[in-house]
């Protein structure tokens, strides 16, 4: 079926330590991948995105590669912050759809000083 | 940037009466809605797409009796949750998608409301 695996958390990391949160997909035809944050108290907001193979999308030092050999979208950051505490969604557009999105089921991440 | 705003923030409800959730985008026109269900550290479920002027389309398995929505202009959707029971008990999430390709530096982005905690007891 189509759906989004994102790795399981909590995920607790020491500031400026490097990140990964892996994330894959499954669909057909090459849909646009997101991911989004959700900060403590607030709503969803879209952190990046790609719309198609070998696109990398970044937003405020996070990165994310689309990878259609692996069917992967892991998003990595190379320091982290304490303000980067937050709940992160990995999502894909259904194909042929009215930009629906279909997600993952989050990861949550500390960080600590 | 687009903000949408979700009214209320929690409500706690009898079994067996009715609850409406309102989500509005505060500074920009959405011709498009979604609303989501969210369980407790799973993901996101989509529920229905609401279209103003139009009826909403449902996901399958979603009752659109139970869960009914209005998008009756473009800043304003509301999700009425009908003869609730404790099943029903989840976090509501709507998001608003900008008409036509504007959305800052993310053209046709959805918005996302903070959510409505409902709890029926």
């Known amino acids: 079926g189509n759906s989004v695996t994102q790795m399981e958390g909590p995920v607790t990391l020491s500031e400026e330590a490097f990140l990964t949160i892996n994330c894959t997909y499954t669909a057909t035809g090459y849909p646009s991948l997101f991911w989004y944050v959700q900060y403590p108290g607030e709503g969803l907001q879209l952190l990046l995105k790609a719309t198609k193979a070998d696109d990398k999308g970044s937003n405020k030092g996070f990165e994310a590669t689309y990878r259609k050999e692996t069917t992967s979208f892991h998003l990595e950051k190379g320091s982290v912050q304490v303000s980067d505490s937050a709940v992160y969604f990995c999502?894909?557009?259904?194909?042929?759809?009215?930009?629906?999105?279909?997600f993952g089921q989050g990861t949550r991440l500390t960080i600590n000083p | 940037g687009a903000v949408v705003s979700q009214h209320p923030s929690r409500v706690i409800c009898k079994s067996g009466t009715s609850v409406k959730i309102e989500c509005r985008s505060l500074?920009?026109?959405?011709?498009?809605m979604f609303w989501y269900r969210q369980f407790p550290k799973q993901s996101l479920m989509l529920m229905a797409t609401?279209?103003?002027?139009?009826?909403?389309?449902?996901e399958q398995g979603v009752e659109k009796d139970k869960f009914l929505i209005n998008h009756a202009s473009l800043t304003l959707s509301t999700l009425t949750v009908t003869s609730a029971h404790p099943e029903d008990s989840s976090f509501y999430i709507c998001?608003?998608?900008?008409?036509?390709?504007?959305?800052?530096?993310?053209?046709?982005?959805?918005?996302f409301g903070p959510g409505t905690r409902l709890t029926v007891l």
């Open positions: 999502a894909r557009e259904e194909v042929g759809g009215a930009q629906k999105l279909v």
């Open positions: 500074d920009f026109q959405a011709t498009t």
């Open positions: 609401s279209n103003e002027g139009s009826k909403a389309t449902y």
């Open positions: 998001s608003a998608r900008v008409a036509g390709l504007a959305g800052g530096p993310f053209p046709g982005e959805q918005f």
